[in-house]
């Protein structure tokens, strides 16, 4: 394998997929609420809920660890339901030269599929795909809409 590489899932909810892509957009510090085994904190360190550029720091769980990571909104489409966070401190920059994630939610009447994507260069090959963390994002997307189905 080589040092770059991607990763794909998708999950479909029963949740409305314009809530959650609305979550993500602009209040991911909602989601300790929801998801509080996965993520402790999501705290907003510079700019706007929402804003492409601003910096967010989470406080998350990963294979039993507490971890830590800053991210910074690069991107946001509106029309295709879509939010990039590109990683630029915290414990995945110590296996990873980059990581960049992108929830994109696509609705179609009552479907909704959330996919997941993790676009990522190694530091070295001896770092493991990250499988593990890609679990983490679909056990996040099932509690989420565990909360909203619930709380319906």
Same mark, same amino acid.
């Given at each position: 394998? /080589?040092?770059?590489?991607?990763?794909?899932? /998708?999950? @479909? !909810?029963?949740?409305?997929?314009?809530? #959650?892509?609305?979550?993500?957009?602009?209040?991911?510090?909602?989601?300790?609420?929801?998801?509080?085994?996965?993520?402790? $904190?999501?705290?907003?360190?510079?700019?706007?809920?929402?804003?492409? /550029?601003?910096?967010? #720091?989470?406080?998350?769980?990963?294979?039993? %660890?507490?971890?830590?990571?800053? @991210?910074? *909104?690069?991107? !946001?489409?509106?029309?295709?339901?879509?939010?990039? #966070?590109?990683?630029? =401190?915290?414990?995945?920059?110590?296996?990873?030269?980059?990581?960049?994630?992108? *929830?994109?939610?696509?609705?179609? /009447?009552?479907? @909704?599929?959330?996919?997941?994507?993790?676009?990522?260069?190694?530091?070295?090959?001896?770092?493991? =795909?990250?499988?593990?963390?890609?679990?983490?994002?679909?056990?996040?997307? %099932?509690?989420?809409?565990?909360?909203?189905?619930? $709380?319906?």
């Amino acid at each position: 394998m /080589g040092l770059i590489g991607k990763l794909v899932s /998708g999950t @479909n !909810i029963k949740s409305d997929g314009d809530v #959650f892509h609305e979550i993500f957009r602009e209040r991911p510090h909602h989601i300790s609420g929801m998801s509080p085994d996965v993520v402790q $904190n999501v705290d907003l360190h510079e700019g706007e809920w929402g804003t492409v /550029g601003s910096v967010i #720091f989470w406080n998350y769980t990963h294979d039993g %660890k507490e971890c830590v990571g800053k @991210n910074i *909104i690069e991107a !946001i489409d509106e029309e295709k339901r879509l939010v990039t #966070f590109n990683m630029v =401190e915290g414990d995945l920059m110590e296996l990873y030269k980059t990581f960049k994630t992108t *929830i994109h939610v696509d609705t179609d /009447g009552e479907d @909704n599929l959330v996919t997941w994507t993790l676009d990522y260069e190694k530091l070295n090959e001896d770092v493991t =795909e990250p499988h593990s963390l890609m679990d983490l994002c679909i056990k996040m997307t %099932k509690d989420i809409e565990s909360h909203h189905l619930t $709380n319906a």
